[in-house]
Structures are given as structure tokens and as C-alpha cells.
Antibody, heavy 122, light 107 residues
């Protein structure tokens, strides 16, 4: 069974940093492109970052470019999101999601984790 | 920037067919997919590459995409189908875009 389990969310003040992790199991992690997406309270879905299997290609949404960094450790079956210079508008549930497209760009998302809540507030 | 537009809410009676649309400029030239999100849960992929269903998704969910509109059709709607539905488009030159979501109410 495919499982994605996010962790690392919490409360942080504006300007602060957090590092999210996503532990993958039930599939060969190194063979899949991965993504981070988020959903602000009461709002819709927003894709924010993508990484290819070997980390050679990375994409970011304009809303997080220059502040967030995606990475992965295939030996540990883990995906990460380093979030710096956090803003109030970054408050959301953050999801990691598997991407079976193999297109070197984000395509679609066939498995999602349960999400981890990040709250940015003073 | 590219935008996808969904009707905010749709109501349907149990057993009837629900159609949820997603509009965008030349959307039919891209791949469309659909997600279901029940309250308090993570999104679930229902349809990908316009018409394909992942394993485990009931046959009552179907998709189409042509011109400027993608459509999710739910045949024989059940109470458990009450949820938010999001369309999403992608191609090699367009970043991932989501529609604003449609709340389906089964009444």
C-alpha cells in the first residue's frame, strides 16, 4: 500500500523557517517524481514545487520561488521542503504527492499524504 | 496567468447524474484531471489524462475534455459523493493549474 506521511508542520512567526518531511513507503520511491502542494484554510489547492527522480530538475511556483527549497533522499525514501522567510499567506496544510507522469514537469498526482499544517502568525 | 474556472456549487438528487465543468482557454489542448476531496480528507485522484480512471475508482466517474471545457460526470450519484471536486490541467509548457473547486451537494 502506497503511503506518504508528512511531518514538521507547526506554528512559526513571520520571517521564520520550517522544514517539512515526507516519508514514503509501499512503492519504489526513487522511480517517481514528487511534488509539494498546499491548501490554505477554506481555500483551493495550489501546487508549489516539483522534483525529478534524481533531483536534476526542480520547479517552483512563483509564490514560493527564492524562499522554499525542495529536496529528496532516495536512500531514505524521503522528500523535504525547506521553507524560509515565511509569510502569513503561507499558512496552509502542506501535502506531498506522488507524480506518475514521468514528464520532467509536474503532471498529476496519484497519491497524497494526509498533510501537515503550517501556521504563520505573530 | 492561465486560469481554470469551476462553478462553485452543484446540487444533485441521489441516483441522478451530476456534471461538473471546468473552463479554460484552449483547455482541450492540455491534459485535464479531477480530484475529489471529502471534508477533512486529502484529495483523491478520480480522472487523469482527460478520461482515464485510476484503479479503484468506480466506473460511475467519467471525464471528457474538448475545446475550452473539461467535464466530470458522476452517474448514479450517491450520498458518499458529496465532496469538493477540483479540476487540474497540465502540459509541458504550462505550469500546473487548479480550478477553484466545485462543492457537490447530494440532496
Amino acid at each position: 500500500e502506497v503511503q506518504l506521511v508528512e511531518s514538521g508542520g507547526g506554528w512559526v512567526q513571520p520571517g521564520g523557517s520550517l522544514r517539512l518531511s515526507c516519508a514514503a513507503s509501499g512503492f519504489t520511491f526513487k522511480n517517481y517524481e514528487m511534488n509539494w502542494l498546499r491548501q490554505a484554510p477554506g481555500e483551493g489547492l495550489e501546487w508549489i514545487s516539483f522534483i525529478t527522480t534524481g533531483s536534476g530538475t526542480i520547479h517552483y511556483a512563483d509564490s514560493v520561488k527564492g524562499r522554499f527549497t525542495i529536496s529528496r533522499d532516495n536512500a531514505q525514501n524521503s522528500l523535504f521542503l525547506q521553507m524560509n522567510s515565511l509569510r502569513v499567506e503561507d499558512t496552509a496544510v502542506y501535502y506531498c504527492a506522488r507524480d506518475p507522469g514521468g514528464q520532467l514537469v509536474p503532471a498529476y498526482f496519484d497519491y497524497w499524504g494526509q498533510g501537515t499544517l503550517v501556521t504563520v502568525s505573530s | 496567468s492561465y486560469e481554470l474556472t469551476q462553478t462553485p456549487s452543484v446540487s444533485v438528487s441521489p441516483g441522478q447524474t451530476a456534471s461538473i465543468t471546468c473552463s479554460g482557454d484552449k483547455l482541450g489542448d492540455d491534459y485535464a484531471c479531477w480530484y475529489q476531496q471529502r471534508p477533512g480528507q486529502s484529495p483523491v485522484l478520480l480522472i487523469y489524462q482527460d478520461t482515464k480512471r485510476p484503479s479503484g475508482i468506480p466506473e460511475r466517474f467519467s471525464g471528457s475534455n474538448s475545446g475550452n471545457t473539461a467535464t466530470l460526470t458522476i452517474s448514479g450519484t450517491q450520498a458518499m459523493d458529496e465532496a469538493d471536486y477540483y479540476c487540474q490541467a497540465w502540459d509541458r509548457s504550462t505550469p500546473v493549474v487548479f480550478g477553484g473547486g466545485t462543492r457537490l451537494t447530494v440532496i
